[in-house]
């Protein structure tokens, strides 16, 4: 079997252990449209039929398959044989995400569960693990049509239409192994303190033991502490030495260092790094530790051509920040997906700004279950990105519209709203963007109006501050910080005239930029507006409205749209 690894880079890049194996590469592979596989004897067969590249989806091409019909359930299998100096130790599986009810069999012992596409998930595979060889087993079920799995993007319909794109079943993202002692770092979560030049470390131990953290910057020692675990975890506040501010554009990080020590032993020690920044608003102003700043944002999808979900490579995550950063966007709303680790890695090595949303749609927001359908995803995710310092503001739900008929549940929208602020009390939460607000800290709109003028007359300088377009649905709540989170999806391509976008096809480019040019000034005019959010980085199979073509080539030279995006706001004076 062919063990080339594809994406081999660590895949948790706030929270790295040296001892570790990457399993991406080959693996056997069926796929099982009764969903009989148990009842048929897969977890026991000597061999699945075909193959599969991992962590890329069964109906992309990278993954060797290629299969875009509609796949109720897949079944993967690998062997693996675990280095020397994992002997001894417990033995962690980790699987970034896989879509989306998952079960997981080590030497035909089940080894854990998993619910849910988003996020990632481990179990200790310790007690089923043998000497030599093991045999791995995956089984993942998936149903976008059921109303009980949020599927995002993922088209519900045999075919892509629309603003559905191809579907991604099964593991999509790295699957690995560490090793650890008995007592490890579960989580960690770090909270910097801006204006008092003090990090918090908390980190979940599952075990007795003292906590050390120790920061730096450039190499330089800035600062360390240590804590008794309690109850299982541990919290520690350093003072740094030196504040170096994390900012757009200025991407300063610190390092950071956490041992567990029980007794006279160091059981585990993790590497991670963060960013002293604090992210709040002052009256209508958005602000990063005492700078206002303007967003500047862009509509991520997060699709790749050959890889769907999965970005063929750790360069083409860092490539598209770049490629937005490149026409003069200073952020993006990671649009109905839960991106990857490490594009949040690279936004913070790069001072770029996210906003963290859910691939909501597919869900029945009307159904007593989808509280909890949705949090099996969306808890883990606020929970993972925590500490990321490019993380400004998270958005659980876009465009809750009826499903069939049937009106969402308030209550799931607002209790959503409060777990999320008491995970996360640090960052700003849109509950629903664009359509129906319930309880929120910011209010937006969504409106793909092509007319200038028009445009300018709901949202330019002197206009009301928020137009309302769904005035049955929402109206604006007085002091809440507003902006218009979807705008343009100007229709344009010069090689293809059966995709769409928003209106009418302009005609040339020249009229593309006078009109991308108009409706964006008309919301930089805003005084009351904090930013903007521009639809989208790129084209996405049929719809064609994107800045770059789907492959990543720009329809515009990237030097006039950023001269547009770069203007001086008028919250900005």
Request: proline fraction near 5%; glycine fraction near 10%; charge should be negative.
């Amino acid at each position: 079997m062919n063990r080339s690894i594809p994406r081999p880079e660590y895949p948790r890049p706030q929270f790295v252990r040296d001892g570790w194996m990457n399993l991406n590469g080959e693996w056997q592979f069926e796929m099982d449209q009764g969903d009989s596989g148990r009842k048929r004897g897969l977890v026991e067969k000597g061999a699945l039929e075909g193959r599969i590249v991992v962590p890329f989806c069964p109906e992309s091409k990278l993954s060797g398959v290629g299969y875009t019909d509609f796949i109720r359930a897949v079944w993967y299998r690998r062997t693996f044989t675990l280095p020397e100096q994992a002997k001894d130790k417990h033995v962690l599986l980790h699987f970034g995400a896989v879509d989306y009810l998952c079960e997981v069999w080590v030497n035909g012992k089940s080894v854990g569960t998993h619910k849910g596409g988003y996020t990632s998930f481990s179990f200790d595979i310790t007690n089923a693990l043998c000497q030599g060889e093991n045999v791995l087993t995956v089984c993942a079920q998936d149903d976008t049509r059921s109303g009980h799995q949020p599927s995002g993007k993922q088209s519900y319909k045999y075919e892509s239409f629309g603003c559905f794109y191809t579907r991604t079943t099964g593991i999509w993202q790295t699957v690995w192994l560490e090793w650890v002692d008995p007592v490890y770092m579960k989580e960690i979560y770090i909270t910097p303190h801006a204006k008092q030049g003090t990090v918090s470390v908390r980190v979940v131990t599952g075990g007795a033991c003292m906590l050390r953290a120790a920061a730096s910057f450039d190499g330089k020692p800035m600062g360390e502490g240590c804590a008794l675990s309690d109850g299982g975890a541990a919290e520690v506040t350093i003072a740094l030495e030196e504040k170096h501010f994390w900012n757009v554009g200025e991407p300063k990080l610190y390092d950071l260092t956490l041992e567990l020590v029980c007794g006279e032993k160091v059981t585990d020690r993790v590497e991670s790094y963060f960013g002293l920044r604090s992210v709040w608003f002052d009256g209508l102003r958005f602000m990063i530790n005492d700078r206002p700043v303007f967003q500047r944002l862009v509509l991520d999808q997060g699709f790749y051509p050959d890889g769907i979900y999965t970005a063929p490579t750790d360069e083409a995550l860092r490539g598209d920040i770049q490629l937005s950063m490149a026409m003069g966007f200073n952020g993006a709303r990671l649009h109905e997906k839960v991106f990857e680790a490490r594009f949040l890695y690279h936004a913070d090595h790069l001072g770029y700004l996210c906003w963290g949303e859910m691939a909501n749609w597919g869900l029945d927001h009307s159904e007593d279950a989808a509280l909890a359908d949705f949090l099996n995803d969306w808890i883990p995710a606020v929970k993972r990105d925590y500490s990321a310092p490019s993380i400004v503001g998270w958005c659980p739900f876009n465009e809750t519209w009826d499903y069939q008929g049937r009106a969402q549940r308030d209550d799931v929208l607002r209790m959503t709203y409060r777990i999320t602020k008491a995970i996360d009390p640090t960052r700003p939460c849109i509950d629903t963007s664009g359509n129906y607000h319930v309880e929120t800290d910011v209010y937006d709109v969504h409106d793909y109006l092509q007319d200038v003028d028009g445009f300018r007359e709901r949202y330019g300088a002197g206009a009301p501050l928020m137009y309302e377009r769904f005035k049955d649905r929402q109206n604006y709540i007085e002091g809440l910080p507003a902006f218009v989170s979807e705008y343009g999806g100007i229709w344009w391509s010069d090689t293809d005239e059966s995709g769409w976008g928003y209106g009418e096809r302009v005609k040339s480019r020249e009229e593309f930029i006078e009109r991308y040019k108009g409706l964006t000034q008309a919301l930089l005019m805003n005084p009351e507006h904090f930013g903007f959010c521009y639809t989208q980085l790129t084209d996405v199979e049929q719809e064609q409205n994107g800045l770059y073509t789907y492959d990543r080539k720009p329809k515009f030279p990237p030097e006039v749209i950023h001269a547009i995006n770069s203007q001086k706001a008028a919250s900005e004076e």
